[in-house]
């Protein structure tokens, strides 16, 4: 990243980004986007699964449902936990984003250009409050403001529901070490030719955008007293490590079957220590 960007360079940067690359459909009918996302059948099950512990944790119900960083609320997944609600209110930095939305939800949407680090909502408004893969996207000193802004327009009695991803620490950076060396010696004994294989096609290198990460321990020090937070999992093994050890004739269903019964088992280690946490804020009838 360009040493001596401002917070507003980094936010044009990132919506650049997503008007011009991460949501323009590609010639195989997905969002370029999308392909960070490991798409192959053997993997669905478990992510489909994963997708489904955000909708544990919202309000079933409610008038407005807040989708902070919606992007075009890309999977079938993202459309269950509208069920209940009235209005699903997709806030994004990218007009792209929310044309592609529209495009999807139409009357049961509304739709904001905004920055999820200062919602221009009311506080105490939304039943239900979701942002996935978004504040990763902002500068180092707005994480905790976003978080704070999430939780100030949310309802009294009510859920949000995080997700983003860590650093590499813990199992994390463990786990991607040995998928690193892995990759390495795959590629040294292939004779160090050709492109890296990746789920269907073969994928040459992806551009990016702006991304900002942490551990646990750096977030609940800096919400400490400010927004309280529980964190679960969302899901633990990172896109890499899926596309590398996961194979349909390796028994890869299987074992992400008991990955996902091991992650229900021990949510908050996997929470902590996975790729992906899923980090709850209730906010509750008396104000803290
Ligand atoms: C990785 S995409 C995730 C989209 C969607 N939540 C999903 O899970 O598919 C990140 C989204 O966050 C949006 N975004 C990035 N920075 C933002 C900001 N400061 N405020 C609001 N949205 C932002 C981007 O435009 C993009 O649509």
């Known amino acids: 990243m360009v040493k001596n960007m401002t917070d507003q360079d980094v936010k044009q940067q990132v919506r650049r980004f997503y ?34 512990r ?6 079933a119900s409610g008038k407005y449902l807040l989708d902070a960083g919606s992007g075009p609320v890309q999977y079938e997944e993202y459309m269950e936990y509208l069920r209940g609600y009235q209005f699903r209110v997709c806030a994004d930095i990218s007009i792209v984003a929310l044309q592609e939305a529209r495009k999807k939800l139409g009357d049961q949407g509304l739709y904001v250009v905004s920055d999820v680090a200062n919602l221009p909502f009311k506080s105490d408004v939304f039943e ?47 786990i991607d070490h040995l998928v690193k060396r892995f990759n390495r010696t795959r590629r040294w004994l292939a004779g160090g030719k050709g492109l890296k294989k990746v789920g269907k096609g073969t ?8 991304v900002q990460k942490y551990n646990a321990a750096w977030l609940k020090k800096e919400l400490e007293g400010v927004v309280p937070i529980h964190i679960l999992v969302w899901r633990s093994a990172s896109v890499r490590s899926l596309r590398t050890f996961i194979h349909e004739k390796l028994g890869g269903m ?17 929470g902590e220590n996975g790729q992906y946490p899923l980090i709850v804020i209730n906010k509750c009838k008396e104000k803290e």
């Open 254 to 270: 299987q074992l992400l079957h008991w990955l996902y019964l091991l992650e229900e088992k021990y949510p908050r280690f996997f």
């Open 128 to 174: 239900g409050v979701m942002s996935m893969h978004t504040i990763h996207h902002l500068p180092w000193d707005d994480h905790k403001q976003a978080y704070q802004e999430l939780y100030r327009v949310l309802a009294l009695d009510s859920t949000a529901v995080v997700v983003n991803g860590w650093s590499d620490s813990g199992l994390v950076g463990a």
């Open 203 to 210: 994928q040459a290198k992806e551009k990016g955008t702006y």
């Open 19 to 52: 008007d011009q690359v991460g949501w323009q459909l590609e010639a195989d009918g997905l969002y370029q986007n999308a392909h960070y996302e490991d798409l192959r059948p053997v993997s669905a099950e478990y992510i489909h699964r994963c997708h489904g």
């Open 54 to 59: 955000v909708g544990r944790h919202l309000k």
